[in-house]
């Protein structure tokens, strides 16, 4: 930490738009430079986004980050994150990534036109014919090369040496100034008729490839975000609102919370909300990736930015701008696709030190060519290779753009990794424990059966169900709801107590009633044995029992069952399939979890573990040497998926689990969790071919200039290849599809 920042001070994260960046050089300068100014503790740059991630002391000065960026030699500016501004953003800088590929475009077709008559003896030697151009040419063609395309570079290695680094920039400048200066400096000294041999063609030739690989890297890279601008692209301008005198159209950003709207048929949703009156399907597949329509009716809740299908909604509004599902979303996929995974600090160290380093090579290089007795201008050439092939494009852009592209193919498919670790490690996963209930199942209990020992079943429904009305439990939903639907009136008990993992303690007309398993039973000295009788036969059938006993007497046991997921049987073989063990931890009874295993087909089962035991499940499981993902939906299960090396929430589950989770599905499926796994282990593999790429270029193509065996031109060739290479091979990440999808 910043000495400057003292313990008791808070803190604050910032987060800038950084534009100039080049190569993984210019970002780690950037982050080196921003750590320097007093009260930041920690900065992080995202190279193919283009954003800076500061954490900082409450007092640090924004401004003083953006003109420490400024003295570096780049651009910054604050990132906004507002829905519209951030909107607005992203389109400028779609705007200005266009046109700056365009002005790349026209500049590499002037420069192709002028290198290719340099270029054309070489060729025309492979034919066995002999062209000489002529040194004032060479000259003449290769001068507005230099000028006009060198410029960037030139601009680039003066703002990095300015601000004390040194980037890729550095390299390309220096690389092609020694070929272009050498050869004029023969001209100049021995004239055109015995200027011998000259590198016009090398530093022309290293220009042209140079900008071909970097147009092709642009839109590579535009490919890789284009997540983010989808979703961004899908909130409409406009919403029409309902009033007293009659249907407005206003601006989505004049909307209010509790606002009625009306919502078309084909029109995008403006705002989260839920139905008041119609009946429509809606197109969610880019929120929640559901391939097929979603039928809604009225009390179902809509998300911002889903198509309406048919019919007409009429929508109170819930929540808007920053507060909707949608823009959650984004910045959930902001943030992963901003962070970094563990292994990129180590190619930034590598990446920082890497340009010092390879001067120092090339000038070994031209040192040693002289001392074993050959030419200047071999030793030059040899030099220049050097410089031109060891461009650290690669090294830098290998994680981050494998990064984007595989947060962005997940974040299609409904799948939202809000932390790049969680990425990174859900590849090492090899046991998956799964919360049984609205995880395994539906989380939908439904009563099933009601055995009150007076024969009166309203009777034992009702009191179960005015005991639980404060209760949020969803067994205790699924009793009110029973009660509700037979009609029966129902009343606030005079006092509640929640024994978590046990059941309740109430007081109705003044008489005890406790509801709950066999513990609690045994807690308040309640006999039960007629009630275990009853309950072993329901559990027997996979049923959830709950006794019910009035005044220190049980008077009836209530049996309720949850549907498991239709999908779950073939979620848990893919698991399988993936070499992974599938483990279910509920807090019901051995032998209701032992039926329910049975019917999904898993074999391991942790049962009658209470709320406040499931992380210490999960902790015991990792103490065995197994790297855990836990997937659960409810408050209770948060502690257990901060527990476990990787939190998976089902997106219908409660806020908590989601923001305690590293990865959230936006749809309730358990085959959604092999496919968060199969996209974790596909990034991870481009993370690695991309850095093995990247290395093996340098490893290999540096030694080969050194010793000669690179011409300057082959070298700038291999550089581009590097760049574009890692960039492809990221992209290809975007055609993955989630499996789950195939077997619906």
């Known amino acids: ?205 290293i220009l042209t490839l140079i900008l071909f690989g970097k147009l092709l890297e642009l839109r590579a890279k535009r490919t890789t975000t284009s997540a983010i601008r989808s979703l961004m692209a899908l909130r409409p ?11 407005e159209t206003v601006s989505v950003d004049d909307l209010r919370e509790g606002d009625r709207i009306l919502v078309k048929p084909g029109e995008r949703v403006p705002a989260d909300g839920k139905i008041l009156e119609g009946v429509s399907e809606l197109d969610e597949s880019l929120i929640t990736g559901e391939s097929l329509p979603v039928s809604k009716e009225p009390g179902a809740e809509v998300i911002a930015g889903t198509i309406n299908g048919s019919g007409a909604l009429d929508v109170r509004t819930t929540a808007l701008d920053e507060n909707t599902k949608l823009a959650r979303i984004i910045r959930l996929v902001e943030a992963a696709q901003t962070g970094k995974a563990p292994v990129q600090h180590l190619v930034d160290r590598v990446s920082a030190i890497f340009v010092p380093v390879i001067v120092a090579i090339a000038l070994a290089t031209f040192a040693g060519w002289l001392v074993f007795g050959f030419a200047l201008d071999e030793a030059v050439g040899a030099a220049v290779a050097v410089l031109v092939i060891a461009c650290p494009c690669a090294l830098g852009l290998a994680t981050p753009t494998a990064l984007v592209a595989g947060t962005g193919a997940a974040a299609r498919a409904g799948i939202l990794i809000r932390d790049i670790e969680a990425l990174e490690v859900a590849h090492k996963i090899d046991t998956i424990v799964f919360d049984k209930t609205g995880t395994l199942t539906e989380g939908k209990p439904a009563v099933t059966d009601i055995r009150a020992f007076d024969r009166n079943e309203d009777r034992l429904i009702r009191i179960a169900a005015c005991a639980q009305l404060p209760s949020e439990h969803p067994l205790a939903r699924t009793m009110i709801a029973e009660a509700e639907k037979r009609g029966l009136p129902l009343a606030q008990p005079s006092s509640f107590k929640s024994v978590p993992g046990r059941g309740l303690i109430a007081t109705i007309a003044e008489q005890s009633v406790v509801i709950g398993n066999a513990r609690l039973m045994d807690d308040q000295g309640i006999d039960r044995f007629m009630a275990d009788q009853i309950a072993r036969g329901f559990e027997a059938e996979g049923k959830t029992c709950a006794t019910v006993a009035v005044a220190g007497r049980v008077v009836g046991v209530i049996a309720m069952a949850d549907r498991i997921r239709e999908e779950t049987p073939n979620a848990l073989d893919r698991l399988r399939s993936l070499h992974l063990t599938p483990v279910m931890l509920t807090g019901d009874t051995q032998v209701v979890a032992q039926t329910v295993a049975s019917r999904i087909g898993i074999d391991k089962i942790t049962a009658g573990v209470p709320p406040e035991g499931k992380a210490d499940a999960i902790a015991s499981l990792r103490m065995g040497g197994s790297t855990v993902a836990m997937v659960g939906d409810g408050v209770n299960d948060a502690p257990a998926l901060a527990a476990a090396d990787v939190g998976i929430a089902m997106g219908e589950g409660s806020d908590v689990a989601m923001e305690t989770a590293g990865i959230t599905l936006m749809r309730s499926r358990p085959g959604l969790v092999a496919d968060a796994i199969a996209v974790s282990r596909a990034t991870v593999s481009k993370i690695r071919q991309n850095l093995f790429w990247a290395f093996i270029y340098n490893v290999i193509g540096i030694p080969l200039a050194a010793f000669g065996l690179l011409t300057p031109a082959v070298a700038g060739a291999a550089m581009a290849l590097s760049s574009v290479s890692v960039v492809t091979n990221a992209g290809l990440l975007a055609r993955w599809r989630p499996k789950s999808d195939a077997n619906k």
């Open 1 to 205: 930490m910043d000495a400057a920042v003292t313990p008791d001070e808070a803190l604050k994260t910032v987060r800038l738009d950084v534009f100039g960046m080049t190569c993984a050089a210019c970002s780690a300068r950037v982050e080196k430079v921003l750590s320097r100014v007093p009260g930041v503790t920690h900065a992080s740059v995202n190279l193919p986004l283009e954003t800076a991630e500061i954490g900082a002391a409450e007092s640090t000065d924004t401004n003083a980050l953006i003109k420490a960026i400024e003295k570096a030699g780049y651009e910054a500016k604050i990132h906004e994150d507002s829905a519209k501004s951030r909107r607005a953003g992203a389109e400028e800088a779609d705007d200005r990534a266009s046109a700056y590929e365009r002005r790349t475009f026209l500049l590499l077709v002037f420069s192709a036109l002028l290198a290719l008559p340099l270029v054309a003896p070489m060729v025309a030697m492979l034919f066995g014919i002999h062209i000489t151009i002529p040194p004032l040419v060479q000259l003449a063609l290769a001068t507005p090369v230099q000028i006009f395309a060198g410029s960037r570079f030139y601009t680039g290695a003066f703002k990095a040496l300015r601000g004390g680094g040194a980037n890729m920039d550095v390299l390309v400048a220096l690389g092609t100034s020694a070929a272009y200066g050498y050869s004029l400096y023969r001209i100049i000294a021995n004239g055109p008729a015995h200027a011998g041999h000259l590198y016009f063609e090398a530093s022309a030739v």
């Open 237 to 247: 301008d406009v919403a029409h609102r309902i009033t007293d005198s009659g249907l």
